[in-house]
């Protein structure tokens, strides 16, 4: 039995952990919970899983689940409230696997404090890697912590790796294992072949109504721009010590070949699954067994085919900027991050044109990306000096809408 601490619950990957989780209640046992004010969802994950403890980043939400919680006659749950508590949760002596599961820069310092703290963390939050690279990377190496990908392109690609690859996170050496390059792929999202005059015409709804996978809205938007792929591309990168010439973003509509990896001997080798996050989370919760996950077997008979193709950066402006920003350095992913995260807000508050998305990320990247970062705090300090700018340029741009 082992014990588990989800942060981000009641979001898409903490849902499908918790589902997962639901079918091997002999193997683990939900100790803490976190969300930011989704009371309903949080209070409804209480009641199911009884977990010992419930964060709640956003203080009037935790006054409100506690008294929930009450009403249903429920003592055992401590409700803690702040992003401290998230911290304190994260490396908690009695938690052997962290699901990192909270989208966004402010997952970055509960990631980095369950790899203090030797945890088995399974990764779903790619900006922890993008807005600090290498510190997190020499984090994990100077710990006893095990570093898992959720993503399903980097879970895709961890399985594909040679056995001495998986085991060396973050400074494995690809020459030495005979691996020519990463095939990263990306459905291409719901614009993959819309008309590109049309583009300043795209709704909010029409850009989280992604053809394949059921995520949150943030995550939606940054698949209809690529900007997740690209983020993706960054936590290639450190996950698995790569150069970006080393990384090639493969369009793949069906979502099926989740990634591959070519080897120098003309062999790829491909993970393949019905696009479902249940697989991946299954997998890196037993690893290195296999569990039932609930998904489905993919069914090769109602396959009808397989397409692939490269991806136009007139279409996907936000693809460029991250492979720029990866090429770069550490100053212009985590500037990029944060303008994303300001500029995606906007575009859904309807503030902003689909289009003015990576207008407002190249103006924040250009300005920050020669800063040197050298510790978590210049992190912190560049990410909010990336977001005012992107603030201010969503103002401008609001005003001449």
Known sequence: MQNLCVLGATGSIGISTL??????????????????????????????????????????????????????????????AGKQALIELASSDNIDIVMAAIVGASGLLPTLAAVHANKKVLLANKEALVTSGQIFIDALHQSNAQLLPIDSEHNAIFQCLPGNMQTAI???????????????????????QYPLEQFDSITPE?????????????????????????????????????DADNIQVVLHPQSTIHSMVQYKD???????????????????????????????????????????????????????LAIDACKAGQGACTALNAANEVAVAAFLNCDILFT???????????????????????????????????EQQVLTIKGKL
């Open 19 to 80: 589902d997962v989780v639901q079918r091997h209640r002999d193997k683990y046992n939900v100790v803490s919970l976190s969300a930011n004010k989704s009371v309903a969802e949080m209070h409804r994950l209480c009641v199911e899983f009884m977990p010992e403890t419930a964060v709640m980043v956003d203080e009037y939400a935790a006054e409100q689940l506690k008294l929930r919680l009450l009403k249903d006659d429920i003592h055992s749950i401590e409700v803690l």
């Open 170 to 192: 973050g400074r494995a050496d690809i020459n030495d294992s005979g691996i020519s390059k990463i095939l990263l792929t990306g459905s291409g999202g719901p614009f993959r």
């Open 206 to 242: 029409q850009a989280c109504a992604h053809p394949n996978w059921d995520m949150g809205r943030k995550i939606s938007v940054d698949s209809a721009t690529m900007m997740n792929k690209g983020l993706e591309f960054i936590e290639a990168k450190w996950l698995f010590n790569l």
């Open 266 to 320: 003309g062999s790829v080798i491909a993970q393949m699954g019905n696009p479902d996050m249940r697989t991946p989370i299954a997998h890196a919760l037993a690893y290195p067994e296999r569990i039932d996950s609930g998904v489905e077997p993919f069914d090769f008979f109602k396959c009808k085919d397989f397409q692939f193709g490269q991806a136009d950066f007139a279409r996907y402006p936000n693809l460029k």
């Open 356 to 390: 003015d998305i990576s207008k407002v990320n190249e103006a924040v990247m250009m300005a920050f990306s020669d800063v040197e970062i050298v510790d978590i705090d210049a992190v912190l300090a560049l990410d909010k000096q990336a977001r005012n700018l992107a």
